[in-house]
């Protein structure tokens, strides 16, 4: 029976992408003399790469031109089979689309992600897994209402400017208009449990992150908390969502996939581990190889590792898990509580950080030569 290895990494952020890591362990088990099955399951956890990662699992790519965080047009991709769409906030919006040393803290929107949403329900999915993480905004998720059909306005009746600032003048908010979309299942893919306000909120918490100063924050917490009055107001009945867990992920686009769009949260490893059927890829396996860019107190937080961990040891029968990382700055005793058993990090290899990522391919691939020493070959 040949020996099979399952490599379900995510990315290394500003180094390697989760397919690069896969394919660099694959590389490095090989060069040992490793002659099995090595099994790539390119992972995220909402945040960027989630397209990629649903692709690598046998999605369909589909690109579109929509609104990017400051109004120019990008291209934005989504991932659609059998009705089902992955739908990645940071394609549309994300930091990285930003023009370079450029921030917009004020005034970055999230319509591209509602145009998004609209491309996949006209494409015919029927369940939209909306992975948040890595984005420029805090509106709130208003630019998203408003590219499907909202429509917000001033005291003098004016539309409202894009951006998380202008909330904080929003008199009227128009949903007449507002495309039906009771007919889709929503998930939101996130491993952020922040409400939308306060000091744990998105304002506060990811604001800084965005390029917002003190002053700013205040400025962003005053508008979320204006939107979240007048939305909840509009929606007579339904259930206020701004403390819900997830509500503030995403500059508070969580909040308006719960309160607008029914979304359920989510943790998105699981759903993305489901979506790849990563259960029936672990089968006959003798070896996980799990990761991400920083082992450290954040993974034990739901993040791929640790998702890729419980997975594993929930098959029957169940799957010893390693990891490979950049750094990694938790203890054994940490590692073994998430249900990893070693974890091997670059900088064991190569402590100078700006080196390491840069270099981060070939020691990634010397690191899978050691894994394959340790317990394959």
């Given at each position: 029976?040949?020996?099979?290895v399952?490599?379900a990494?995510?990315?290394?952020?500003?180094s390697?992408s989760?397919?690069?890591?896969?394919?660099?362990?694959?590389?490095?088990?090989?060069?040992?003399g490793?002659g099995?099955?090595?099994?790539?399951?390119?992972?995220a956890?909402?945040?960027?790469?989630?397209?990629?990662?649903?692709?690598?699992?046998g999605f369909?790519?589909?690109d579109?031109?929509?609104?990017?965080?400051?109004?120019?047009?990008?291209t934005a991709?989504?991932?659609?089979l059998?009705g089902?769409?992955?739908?990645?906030?940071?394609q549309?919006?994300?930091?990285?689309?930003?023009p370079?040393?450029?921030l917009?803290?004020?005034?970055?929107?999230?319509?591209g992600?509602?145009e998004?949403?609209?491309?996949?329900?006209?494409?015919g999915?029927k369940?939209?897994?909306l992975?948040?993480?890595?984005?420029?905004?805090?509106?709130?998720?208003?630019?998203?209402?408003?590219?499907?059909?909202?429509?917000?306005?001033?005291?003098?009746?004016?539309?409202?400017?894009?951006?998380?600032?202008?909330l904080a003048?929003?008199?009227?908010?128009?949903?007449?208009?507002l495309?039906?979309?009771?007919?889709?299942?929503?998930l939101l893919?996130?491993?952020?449990?922040?409400?939308?306000l306060?000091?744990?909120?998105?304002?506060?918490?990811?604001?800084?992150?965005?390029?917002?100063?003190?002053?700013e924050?205040?400025?962003?917490?005053?508008?979320?908390?204006?939107?979240a009055?007048?939305?909840?107001?509009?929606?007579?009945g339904?259930?206020p969502v701004r403390?819900?867990?997830?509500a503030g992920?995403a500059?508070g686009?969580?909040?308006t996939?719960?309160?607008?769009?029914?979304?359920?949260?989510?943790?998105g490893?699981?759903?993305?581990?489901?979506?790849?059927?990563f259960?029936?890829?672990?089968?006959?396996?003798?070896?996980v190889?799990?990761?991400?860019?920083?082992l450290?107190?954040?993974t034990?937080?739901g993040?791929?590792?640790?998702?890729?961990?419980?997975?594993?040891a929930?098959?029957?029968?169940?799957?010893?898990v390693?990891?490979?990382?950049?750094?990694?700055?938790?203890?054994?005793d940490?590692?073994r509580a998430?249900?990893?058993?070693?974890?091997?990090?670059?900088?064991?290899?190569?402590?100078?950080?700006?080196?390491?990522?840069a270099?981060?391919?070939p020691l990634?691939?010397?690191l899978?030569?050691?894994?394959?020493?340790d317990?394959?070959?």
């Open positions: 029976m040949v020996e099979r399952v490599v990494s995510d990315k290394f952020k500003g390697l989760a397919i690069d890591v896969t394919a660099r362990v694959a590389a490095g088990l090989a060069l040992a490793f099995g099955e090595v099994v790539p399951v390119p992972v956890d909402g945040g960027d790469g989630t397209v990629d990662a649903a692709v690598a699992a369909e790519r589909v579109i031109e929509v609104g990017g965080p400051v109004g120019t047009p990008v991709s989504f991932a659609l059998d089902t769409a992955v739908i990645e906030a940071a549309a919006c994300g930091l990285t689309l930003l370079p040393g450029e917009a803290p004020l005034t970055a929107t999230s319509r992600v509602g998004l949403i609209l491309a996949a329900e006209r494409m999915a369940r939209i897994v992975g948040v993480g890595g984005v420029a905004t805090t509106d709130g998720g208003a630019g998203l209402l408003q590219a499907l059909g909202a429509r917000l306005t001033d005291d003098k009746g004016r539309e409202l400017p894009p951006g998380g600032a202008a003048r929003l008199a009227t908010l128009d949903l007449t208009a495309r039906d979309l009771s007919g889709v299942e929503f893919a996130s491993d952020v449990d922040n409400p939308l306060g000091p744990s909120g998105a304002a506060a918490v990811y604001g800084p992150q965005k390029g917002a100063s003190p002053a924050v205040r400025l962003l917490e005053a508008g979320l908390r204006r939107w009055d007048l939305t909840e107001a509009a929606l007579a339904s259930v403390d819900a867990p997830g992920a500059g686009i969580g909040f996939a719960m309160l607008f769009l029914g979304a359920r949260m989510r943790p490893i699981e759903l993305l581990l489901e979506l790849a059927s259960g029936s890829r672990l089968d006959g396996a003798r070896l190889i799990t990761g991400e860019g920083s450290d107190a954040q034990l937080h993040k791929a590792p640790v998702g890729v961990a419980r997975a594993a929930a098959h029957d029968p169940a799957v010893p390693i990891a490979v990382a950049g750094r990694c700055t938790l203890t054994q940490e590692l998430a249900g990893i058993t070693r974890a091997y990090a670059l900088s064991d290899l190569e402590p100078d950080l700006e080196l390491s990522m270099n981060g391919g990634l691939e010397r899978a030569e050691r894994i394959a020493a317990w394959l070959v």
